[in-house]
């Protein structure tokens, strides 16, 4: 949420403020495979086993990142801007290699 806010709960009613380490924007966190991973503004990642402890990883942008999502052995952040950011471990994160151009 807004200023890195991050709400836990475990019944859907009360709710706990977690420190995210950040007062960025946060837009999406996603779970897959024992790990939550949030993106924000200014190209904030952060990841968590927990949802709880939450450490800042390095995006190597800083350009607002809008979504995270999971799919075929990847994490993929992506930005307004065709930006996108990839990691198999959502630790390191990296641009895609783009694909030869035929000319």
């Given at each position: 949420g807004y200023d890195g806010v991050i709400r836990t709960s475990t019944d859907a009613i009360k709710w706990r403020i977690q420190n995210s380490h950040t007062r960025e924007r946060?837009?999406?966190?996603i779970f897959h495979d024992g790990i939550f991973v949030a993106v924000g503004w200014s190209g904030v990642i952060l990841t968590s086993p927990n949802g709880k402890d939450?450490?800042?990883r390095n995006s190597g942008i800083t350009?607002?990142?809008i979504s995270v999502e999971y799919q075929t052995n990847l994490f993929c952040a992506s930005a307004p801007?065709?930006?996108i950011r990839v990691s198999t471990d959502a630790v390191?994160?990296?641009?895609p290699h783009a694909p030869a151009v035929s000319r």
């Open positions: 946060l837009q999406k966190v939450w450490t800042k350009e607002r990142l801007n065709r930006v390191r994160w990296n641009s």
